[in-house]
């Protein structure tokens, strides 16, 4: 047996089910011996595709995933997902061969790649260390919550080993959840008893059904209005208290609400500037408390009056036994239930409908997708102006039916990150809302959409333009005609890859979606909606402060 093949059957053995790749020929007997020990194999069309679908995927299933590349160019196409990974803290195997002789002209420092992004290095050394260091790096992966690149080089993927060699390989034992100290537990007590307005924002740390139940506890007995971070939003769908998500996305009540909190606590959320929009909606006199399984989290984008270091889960079921079972009405009072009822989402919000006969409001498109489209829907977001709309007006039935890769604000990965999380939830339906911009960026997805037979609804806010920078510089008087482009039917292109399409200019034109969800969903649908492009999202001013 070659090396490639004892590390592609020991990380399937360590626990690496799902597999992303392009595979040529440094990585093709990795990558068949993966499949060959039971593993499932996409085949991207792109190595940038297959490194964000591995990280959709780990992020909605819970598994660790991995993705397979070509050595150099191979790990270069794939850089910008796998920079994605690593600043999301994925739990990701990436699989590089590796050219060690410096004449080759696929050689790259590929070690220096890895940590220019944030992901941590790795390499397969030698044949009678091989099938050890593949669950080392799958390991690391999961108990240190990182993006692992592990480099293969070809001459050792090339040596003998043993047969039974894989035989030791086993997955890595669960992470242990990190017990917060009785001081710290009594800290965060003391101040949500004096607590009369407190918020609670839920972020990464708290997307599991084991923490949203125990921070849904804790809130009702303290009175505590939950909110979220974008990463974690939906954690608290059904929930009449739910704020949604704090931040730049924020509607005005929401807003408005934590702003005028006296106690905002960050549970697994590091509150940083686009959850605090910029520290702006945490008042002057509140009291800021964070509680994140990682220490050096603790206070790292603003100062907090008290930090726990410790699990949210189990921080959240110690204060729970620890304090007393009396309700308090704090922020949970009758003015606020009613607002909430009317005007917490930003559906509810009023709104000029600024559709014509050949565009339609984003606002009024999304609104009319939320009420169509079935609630079991699983939604990734690609990043440009368009993408607070399907955000925030469509709906998600929890924290895992919304894949928000955005902590590199790349564009063109939200295709990507919809066939990731579909196969991640195969339960329900996927749903990929892009801008032009994105969607032609990342059109050769499109064929694996199709080849895997998703029942896929791909959304294109169609403005015919890097939206971002024509509402950002275009009230400076600024030229534009780098960032708008001429008409391009999409719908035709996704025609040509075996999709339905639609062009929708007005409301009535989504009849086709609607007559698509009430059929038997053979084909994926596209949907290319030109949209109004006139006026800047509510949010692009929050984003651009942070450049």
């Not at 390499?123 to 108990?143: G, L, N, P, Y």
């Not at 060699?165 to 992470?175: N, S, W």
């Not at 007590?189 to 084991?210: D, I, K, T």
Request: proline share 6%.
């Amino acid at each position: 047996m070659k090396a490639a093949e004892a590390v592609g059957r020991a990380l399937v053995a360590a626990g690496v089910g799902q597999v992303f790749g392009v595979v040529g020929s440094g990585n093709f007997h990795l990558t068949n011996a993966m499949i060959a020990a039971g593993a499932r194999f996409v085949a991207a069309r792109h190595e940038g595709g297959a490194a964000t679908m591995a990280d959709a995927y780990a992020r909605m299933s819970g598994a660790v995933a991995a993705v397979s590349l070509h050595q150099g160019p191979g790990l270069t196409n794939a850089l910008t997902g796998i920079t994605e990974a690593a600043k999301s803290r994925t739990p990701l195997v990436v699989l590089a061969a590796e050219v060690t002789e410096p004449r080759s002209n696929f050689h790259i420092d590929q070690e220096a790649l890895a940590c220019s992004v944030g992901a941590v290095p790795m390499r397969v050394t030698s044949a009678q260390d091989a099938v050890a260091q593949a669950c080392e790096a799958v390991r690391r992966a999961v108990h240190e919550r990182c993006t692992v690149l592990l480099n293969l080089p070809l001459e050792v993927q090339a040596l003998d080993v043993p047969a039974s060699l894989p035989e030791g390989a086993a997955p890595p034992p669960e992470r242990a959840a990190v017990e917060p100290t009785a001081a710290d537990v009594a800290a965060l007590a003391q101040v949500l008893e004096r607590a009369r307005r407190p918020v609670f924002v839920a972020g990464r740390g708290a997307r599991s059904p084991g923490a949203r139940d125990a921070l849904a506890a804790l809130s009702e007995r303290c009175g505590a209005l939950p909110a979220t971070s974008a990463v974690a939003r939906g954690l608290f769908h059904g929930n009449p208290w739910s704020l949604d998500v704090s931040g730049g996305f924020a509607s005005p009540l929401t807003a408005e609400l934590v702003r005028g909190a006296d106690l905002v606590v960050g549970w697994g959320c590091t509150l940083n500037m686009w959850t605090t929009r910029h520290g702006r909606l945490i008042g002057a006199d509140a009291t800021v408390a964070q509680v994140d399984d990682d220490a050096s989290a603790l206070g790292r984008h603003r100062e907090v009056h008290v930090g726990v270091t410790g699990d949210v889960e189990l921080t959240a079921r110690r204060l729970l036994d620890s304090g007393p079972e009396r309700r308090r009405r704090g922020y949970r009072t009758p003015d606020v239930a009613a607002a909430l009822a009317a005007r917490g989402r930003w559906r509810d919000v009023p709104y000029e409908d600024t559709s014509g006969h050949e565009r339609i409001d984003p606002r009024t498109l999304s609104i009319a997708l939320d009420d169509l489209l079935p609630a079991e829907r699983v939604i990734g977001v690609d990043s440009g102006n368009f993408m607070g709309y399907p955000s925030m007006y469509l709906s998600v039935p929890d924290e895992n039916g919304f894949c928000f890769t955005q902590a590199f604000q790349s564009i063109g990965l939200g295709l990507a990150t919809a066939i990731g999380a579909a196969l991640a939830r195969p339960d329900r339906l996927p749903v990929a809302a892009l801008g032009d911009g994105g969607a032609l960026m990342g059109a050769a997805e499109l064929d694996t959409v199709r080849r895997l037979g998703l029942p896929m609804v791909v959304v294109v806010y169609n403005d015919e333009a890097y939206g971002a920078e024509v509402h950002h510089f275009g009230p400076e008087g600024h030229p534009l005609g780098t960032v708008r482009f001429p008409p391009t039917d999409i719908a035709a292109v996704a025609r040509g890859y075996g999709f339905e399409a639609v062009t929708v200019r007005t409301p009535a034109d989504l009849k086709a979606v609607e007559d698509w969800v009430a059929g038997p969903r053979s084909l994926p649908l596209l949907v290319d909606a030109k949209v109004v492009g006139d006026r800047g999202a509510w949010w692009l001013e929050e984003a651009f402060r942070g450049h």
